[in-house]
């Protein structure tokens, strides 16, 4: 950490004048994000009703043909929300969504928010055993799926367990829904055709969704195991609408925010979403990232915002200058993993006025935002949050002879935490026991709880914080959480793998870190071409991609501490350089290539070059 991120007091005093433009607004987002009433009637779809009224006439929703003023969104999503209704959707139903990123997953995660049912946003990667899993976490009564997306849902029809198996199930044509529709196949209504002739006008039931209502389930992978599905209740949803929308990147009607980020996720439908209602501003929806369009996007949209993760920042930056990143017509944008090695690059690059850089976890009860326009760090929180001492080798926060946890002083690295309270009450899993696990208690004081993020932080001044590393048993690739128990099982079910270790590996010029995995073959076996072809095949079947482990190292000799634990630590030193891997044959998954292949010095090098584009 350089000294000069360091926010003392006078350097916050010395930043304020250039905010005061925007103290209403921040203002305005300290108040929702500061509400402790949890019965009081506010909510994602109130949200949306409130930008209508305010800007009916503004453009709420774009894609590549469409452009939808607010009022004809609202009335979308209403008509959609008088259909579910009419097929008896209540308060509390889960109904899951399988949509790929496009307009009417948005008006279908609309109309269940203003009835009060929960849409489980289902991660349009997973596939197999990991989708099975995902459905049957939280039981729906319904389905609303894609034209895109029946083969993967035909493929686990079978396997959904207990009486959601007969819930009803909608069919959304690839197409626009509001002006043609493809015929739904046998057993499937045709939602966006039954929709065309509903109602368009709001539902008093909005009115009944409460703060502490569930708003939407997704799915993280958080530390452990398969898929876990965190309440996205409409409390932190408004706290977000108030944090990263008012008090954060601060948009008008006159800005559009472009979204290419996965709409299963949190920094798509709650950070972008509610940036852009909180200001009746635009949201301009990619199916996919494409590095190569992005540019073109924007001055398509006329963009004057974007959502980002640090991995869709590199891939810009490793672009070749084009002409249209010149004289851009973005001013600011908001997400996270912006890592300080390559922050100024990209804001002097293109021009970026405004980074709201933020952390917050799916599950979590804290976030922070860069509210006040620092360089370098993920801003500022009101929450009640420590950093505390911990102890690496060990795996757990260090406690003193009395039993309680220690800070660490500012500057230092530690275990972030956060309080549970009434303020910031902690919504967790739909297991409790899931929940529970992640909650530290007797931390400070007899009787209090704490939610443990299992993310390093340092504290950095004012409230202030930057993001250090995540802990445990998960690492980051792509922007998605991976479980190194759920890739370790995955292996060990393979014929022929009798021990597998999981862990993070960094590749040069990418953010987070790829999965390597330390694999020990049964006697007899032996780690050719076509034995990792058929298990590469084998964990394409059983993992989302972003979790499938791009570098093998076959072991030799299986390497444990003296209590019989693996010495993983040594195994993400060495990583994947053969200087380090006493011998032992390893094996790389390359951009753009169909299997594994043998690694060697050669190789080994091309890839340090960060010549290839991962």
């Not at 004081?445 to 950095?460: C, E, L």
């Given at each position: 950490m350089s000294q000069a991120d360091l926010i003392t007091p006078s350097r916050f005093i010395r930043q304020l004048p250039s905010q005061l433009p925007r103290l209403p607004r921040l203002l305005k987002g300290l108040y929702y994000a500061g509400i402790r009433n949890r019965d009081k009637p506010l909510s994602l779809a109130w949200a949306l009703q409130k930008a209508t009224e305010r800007n009916p006439d503004?453009?709420?929703?774009?894609?590549?043909?469409?452009?939808?003023?607010?009022?004809?969104?609202?009335?979308?999503?209403?008509?959609?929300?008088?259909?579910?209704?009419?097929d008896g959707v209540q308060h509390g139903d889960v109904v899951?969504?399988?949509?790929?990123?496009?307009?009417?997953?948005l008006a279908t995660l609309a109309a269940l928010t203003k009835l009060g049912a929960i849409g489980a946003l289902i991660n349009t990667t997973q596939r197999g055993k990991v989708l099975i899993h995902s459905l049957n976490l939280v039981?729906?009564?319904?389905?609303?799926?894609?034209?895109?997306?029946?083969?993967?849902?035909?493929?686990?029809?079978?396997?959904?367990?207990?009486?959601?198996?007969?819930?009803?199930?909608?069919?959304?044509?690839?197409?626009?829904t509001l002006t043609s529709n493809?015929?739904?196949?046998?057993?499937?209504?045709?939602?966006?055709?039954?929709?065309?002739?509903?109602?368009?006008?709001?539902?008093?039931?909005?009115?009944?969704?409460?703060?502490?209502?569930?708003?939407f389930y997704i799915y993280t992978s958080g530390t452990t195991g398969l898929p876990k599905?965190?309440?996205?209740?409409?409390?932190?949803?408004?706290?977000?609408?108030?944090?990263?929308g008012h008090s954060g990147l601060a948009l008008s009607s006159d800005d559009v925010l472009y979204v290419t980020l996965p709409c299963y996720h949190n920094n798509a439908v709650t950070v972008c979403w509610s940036s852009a209602l909180a200001g009746g501003a635009a949201i301009a929806l990619r199916r996919k990232f494409s590095a190569s369009n992005f540019?073109?996007?924007?001055?398509?949209y006329q963009a004057t915002s974007f959502g980002y993760i640090g991995e869709l920042c590199r891939y810009l930056l490793n672009q070749p200058e084009c002409p249209e990143e010149k004289h851009n017509t973005l001013r600011s944008m908001i997400g996270n993993g912006l890592r300080p090695s390559i922050w100024q690059e990209f804001k002097t690059r293109f021009g970026i006025e405004r980074v709201t850089e933020f952390y917050a976890a799916s599950e979590g009860n804290i976030g922070f935002t860069n509210v006040f326009n620092f360089d370098n760090t993920v801003g500022y929180s009101p929450a009640t949050f420590a950093i505390v001492r911990y102890d690496m080798d060990n795996n757990r926060p260090v406690r003193c002879a009395k039993g309680r946890l220690e800070q660490v002083a500012d500057g230092e690295p530690g275990l972030l935490i956060s309080e549970i309270s009434k303020k910031w009450p902690f919504d967790g899993y739909t297991d409790p026991a899931k929940s529970e696990a992640v909650i530290l208690r007797d931390v400070f004081?007899?009787?209090?709880?704490?939610?443990?993020?299992?993310?390093?932080?340092?504290?950095?001044g004012c409230k202030h914080a930057q993001f250090v590393d995540r802990l445990g048993d998960t690492f980051r690739w792509k922007g998605e959480n991976v479980s190194t128990t759920e890739v370790e099982s995955a292996l060990m079910a393979f014929p022929g793998v009798e021990h597998a270790i999981v862990y993070g590996v960094e590749i040069p010029n990418t953010n987070g870190r790829c999965?390597?995995?330390?694999?020990?073959?049964?006697?007899?076996?032996?780690?050719?071409?076509?034995?990792?072809?058929?298990?590469?095949?084998?964990?394409?079947?059983?993992?989302?991609?972003?979790?499938?482990?791009?570098?093998?190292?076959?072991?030799?000799?299986?390497?444990?501490?003296?209590?019989?634990?693996?010495?993983?630590?040594?195994?993400?030193?060495?990583?994947?350089?053969?200087?380090?891997?006493?011998?032992?044959?390893?094996?790389?998954?390359?951009?753009?290539?169909?299997?594994?292949?043998?690694?060697?010095?050669?190789?080994?090098?091309?890839?340090?070059?960060?010549?290839?584009?991962w």
């Open positions: 503004g453009l709420a929703v774009l894609d590549e043909q469409r452009r939808l003023t607010y009022r004809q969104f609202n009335a979308w999503a209403n008509r959609l929300a008088h259909v579910f209704k009419a899951a969504i399988m949509l790929e990123n496009r307009l009417e997953l039981s729906p009564k319904r389905f609303v799926v894609g034209e895109e997306m029946q083969e993967a849902f035909a493929e686990v029809h079978d396997e959904i367990a207990g009486a959601a198996a007969q819930g009803v199930r909608y069919f959304v044509a690839d197409a626009d493809a015929q739904a196949p046998q057993g499937w209504q045709n939602l966006g055709e039954r929709a065309l002739s509903a109602a368009d006008s709001n539902l008093p039931e909005t009115a009944q969704v409460r703060l502490k209502d569930a708003c599905a965190s309440i996205m209740s409409h409390g932190k949803w408004i706290k977000c609408y108030g944090g990263f540019w073109k996007d924007v001055a398509f004081k007899q009787g209090d709880a704490w939610f443990n993020t299992g993310d390093m932080m340092r504290a950095i999965g390597m995995a330390a694999i020990g073959l049964a006697a007899g076996r032996q780690a050719d071409a076509a034995f990792c072809q058929a298990l590469l095949a084998h964990l394409q079947n059983e993992l989302p991609v972003y979790a499938i482990p791009l570098f093998l190292r076959i072991q030799t000799q299986l390497q444990t501490t003296g209590t019989f634990k693996y010495q993983k630590t040594d195994l993400k030193r060495a990583g994947f350089n053969p200087a380090e891997c006493s011998g032992e044959p390893l094996w790389a998954w390359l951009p753009g290539e169909a299997g594994y292949q043998a690694l060697n010095d050669s190789l080994y090098q091309h890839i340090q070059q960060a010549d290839l584009r």
